[in-house]
Nanobody, 113 residues
């Protein structure tokens, strides 16, 4: 069983930055691809970014150049640094062990204009 605990969301003004963290339990974190997804009100959950165990990253076009996903395997933690935020980034953000049903509890990010 894997537990994912997210933190770091909140309210920020447009143009600001936030860093989300997702701490994972279990011994397989270092071998797992980890992803971030988000779900805005009235919309389906969508892919934001992911990172392989070796550090290769992949981003949705909507966040490319503004967001950076990273991981610290020693801390079993994956991060999402988000810069130049816009109101369109407002959503609940979830971390996920890619290809599994393991999801974090969700973390609200609200960007005010």
């Amino acid at each position: 069983q894997v537990q994912l605990v997210e933190s770091g969301g909140g309210l920020v003004q447009a143009g600001g930055s936030l860093r989300l963290s997702c701490a994972a339990s279990g011994s397989t974190f270092g071998r797992s691809r980890m992803g971030w997804y988000r779900q805005a009100p009235g919309k389906q959950r969508e892919f934001v970014a992911d990172i392989t165990s070796g550090g290769t990253t992949n981003y949705a076009d909507s966040v490319k150049g503004r967001c950076t996903i990273s991981r610290d395997n020693a801390k079993n933690t994956v991060y999402l640094q988000m810069n130049r935020l816009t109101p369109e980034d407002t959503a609940v953000y979830y971390c996920n062990v890619s290809g599994t049903s393991y999801w974090g509890q969700g973390n609200q990010v609200t960007v005010s204009s």
